[in-house]
């Protein structure tokens, strides 16, 4: 129940407008968000990098309403691939699609991205699209479709775990040689399109996650991205990586930036990839909601630490 309410409110635009602009939103947001500009996320990227990780940075902002602020969400990423190239950062970026302009021109949301990930390519950086809500997932994984066979290597997108798709759609990127991150799913969706239960997720999760390092087309795996902080399917993926001799290099961990930073750090020691999700910018409210609702704990400790400071 607190699950849901804290993703109603995080869709609360007159919310959103006022904790984003106040200075107490903007010091709480801190726990998740590495900063307000390029600058604060690419010296967050250096420090990550220096412990061994690599980092996807994610410029915040999504469901825009004009071409203009598509094309400005589009200049920031721009500018970070230049600077990743530039200071060669062990980086790439994550874009979601209602940031370039999907909910009123989805072909301009295209373009957009197309453009990025041309830069990418050019720059043999990485482009990842992120998974949003279900009204997005079959022409996220369309425009993924799309751009992979233009710049091969260059684009990736999401499936999660709670869609009764996934699992066909995990077979349908996989035989196209396309870069999945697997993540659970962070949106409310129903029960005739999604397990309900969190049992039935995390099984759904182990298997496809399971699969994604199996698979081989004429002796070629696809690289791809395990996103999650529990322990118990992280686990499960130790045992099944020393039990059918998997090189731990054939895939990554991917953790949020700010949480379980103990397990990223134990996990690079015992010889895996591992690579931190980087949020950045003034447009965090939405983002920030959806950790609180992952676990509404995080209100405590947040409070707790507010005060405490
Ligand atoms: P689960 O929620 O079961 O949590 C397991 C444990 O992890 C918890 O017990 C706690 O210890 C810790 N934990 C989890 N969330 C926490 C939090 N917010 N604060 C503190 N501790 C926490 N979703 C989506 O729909 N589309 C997307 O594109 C992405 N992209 C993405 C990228 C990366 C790198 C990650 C790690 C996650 C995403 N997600 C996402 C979010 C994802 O779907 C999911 O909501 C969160 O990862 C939480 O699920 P867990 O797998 O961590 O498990």
Request: hydrophobic fraction near 40%; include cysteine; aromatic fraction near 10%.
């Amino acid at each position: 129940m607190l699950r849901s309410a804290f993703i109603a409110l995080s869709q609360n635009k007159t919310l959103r407008a006022f904790s984003e602009r106040s200075t107490i939103g903007r010091r709480l947001s801190g726990r998740f968000v590495a900063g307000m500009s390029v600058e604060e996320a690419l010296a967050a990227c250096e420090r990550i990098n220096r412990e061994g990780i690599a980092a996807s940075l994610d410029s915040l902002g999504e469901s825009v309403t004009t071409e203009a602020e598509a094309r400005s969400s589009a200049a920031v990423y721009h500018r970070v691939l230049d600077d990743i190239g530039a200071r060669k950062l062990d980086a790439n970026v994550s874009i979601k699609l209602s940031q370039t302009g999907m909910d009123f021109d989805p072909e301009l949301a295209e373009r957009i991205v197309a453009e990025i990930v041309e830069h990418a390519a050019r720059t043999h950086s990485f482009v990842r699209i992120d998974m949003e809500g279900s009204p997005y997932t079959e022409a996220t994984i369309e425009i993924t479709e799309r751009l992979a066979a233009r710049y091969p290597g260059s684009v990736g997108t999401v499936l999660q775990a709670y869609l009764f798709r996934t699992e066909s759609d995990t077979e349908r990127l996989l035989e196209q040689g396309i870069r999945i991150r697997l993540c659970k799913g962070a949106y409310k969706e129903g029960p005739a399109i999604a397990f309900a239960a969190k049992s039935d997720v995390d099984a759904n999760y182990v298997k496809i996650m399971k699969r994604m390092v199996s698979f081989s087309n004429k002796g070629k795996g696809v690289f791809c991205g395990m996103a999650t902080h529990d322990e118990a399917i992280i686990d499960q993926m130790r045992a099944f990586v020393r039990t059918n001799s998997i090189d731990k290099r054939a895939f990554e961990f991917q953790m949020l930036y700010g949480i379980r930073r103990d397990l990223q750090r134990r996990l690079v020691a015992e010889g895996f990839g591992v690579r931190v999700y980087i949020p950045f910018g003034p447009e965090w409210y939405p983002y920030f909601m959806r950790r609180l609702a992952e676990r509404p704990a995080n209100v405590l400790f947040l409070a707790k630490n507010f005060f405490k400071n």
